[in-house]
């Protein structure tokens, strides 16, 4: 694994982690497009509604509610393909995660802005860990105070990355639109939850 370190962020990158434990990302990739409930829910932006660029599904234990930009997401449950991945995690980090947002960019101009992870309800002391199935794409980091470089990391088929505290804290992540990029990349970003 790959550690990036900057002040305040600390990231591990596993570069085609997933078929390292022997998954067939192409398969996985398709099972999770066709048998998950995809929503393009309406958010609330500086007093505005409009569509997320991109579709997602908000995967978790019953209890564990989450709010995203001022909504409530629906809960889905566990699929069989989703709960070996979060038995693989916690096999190989150690945390069991109760909850998994899913994201999935349908080519190029889907997108995600500047944002942490930093909602009430996630246990700050646990990471955020993510996947990344399908087209390469680049997530950007930027600190929220002080004069560190913004850069990227660039996520391809296959990879983990894990988000150690507190990172959220001190910096932001983003994914642009990328013109060129043609095909469907899904990201799975697991968390844990307080529940309520
Ligand atoms: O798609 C990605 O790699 C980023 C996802 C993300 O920022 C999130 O789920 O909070």
Same mark, same amino acid.
């Given at each position: 694994?790959?550690?990036? @370190?900057?002040?305040?962020?600390?990231?591990?990158?596993?570069?085609?982690?997933?078929?390292?434990?022997?998954?067939?990302? =192409? /398969?996985?990739?398709?099972?999770?497009?066709?048998?998950?409930?995809? @929503?393009?829910?309406?958010?609330?932006?500086?007093?505005?509604?409009?569509?997320? %660029?991109?579709?997602?599904?908000?995967?978790?234990?019953?209890?564990?509610?989450?709010?995203?930009?001022?909504?409530?997401?629906?809960?889905?449950?566990?699929?069989? @393909?989703?709960?070996?991945?979060?038995?693989?995690?916690?096999?190989?980090?150690?945390?069991?995660?109760?909850?998994?947002?899913?994201?999935?960019?349908?080519?190029?101009?889907?997108?995600?802005?500047?944002?942490?992870?930093?909602? %009430? @309800?996630?246990?700050?002391?646990?990471?955020?860990?993510?996947?990344?199935?399908?087209?390469?794409?680049?997530?950007?980091?930027? =600190?929220?105070? *002080?004069?560190?470089?913004?850069?990227?990391?660039?996520? *391809?088929? *296959?990879?983990?990355?894990?988000?150690? %505290? %507190?990172? /959220?804290?001190?910096? /932001?992540?983003?994914?642009?639109?990328?013109?060129?990029?043609?095909?469907?990349?899904?990201?799975?970003?697991?968390?844990?939850?307080?529940?309520?």
């Amino acid at each position: 694994m790959i550690r990036i @370190e900057r002040s305040g962020l600390q990231l591990r990158h596993g570069v085609a982690w997933l078929q390292q434990q022997g998954i067939q990302t =192409p /398969q996985l990739r398709q099972a999770l497009s066709l048998g998950l409930a995809w @929503e393009q829910p309406l958010v609330i932006v500086y007093g505005k509604q409009h569509r997320t %660029p991109r579709l997602t599904c908000w995967v978790a234990d019953p209890g564990c509610a989450y709010r995203y930009s001022g909504l409530q997401q629906a809960i889905h449950p566990w699929t069989a @393909e989703l709960e070996i991945l979060r038995q693989l995690l916690l096999d190989q980090l150690g945390v069991r995660f109760n909850s998994l947002l899913l994201n999935r960019y349908r080519d190029g101009a889907d997108r995600m802005g500047w944002h942490a992870d930093d909602e %009430p @309800e996630l246990d700050d002391l646990a990471p955020i860990v993510s996947l990344s199935l399908g087209a390469a794409r680049d997530l950007r980091f930027r =600190p929220r105070h *002080g004069s560190e470089a913004a850069f990227a990391v660039r996520l *391809g088929d *296959g990879d983990l990355l894990v988000m150690d %505290p %507190p990172s /959220q804290r001190h910096w /932001q992540h983003a994914l642009p639109p990328r013109a060129r990029v043609r095909q469907e990349r899904i990201n799975l970003t697991f968390r844990v939850i307080r529940p309520t």
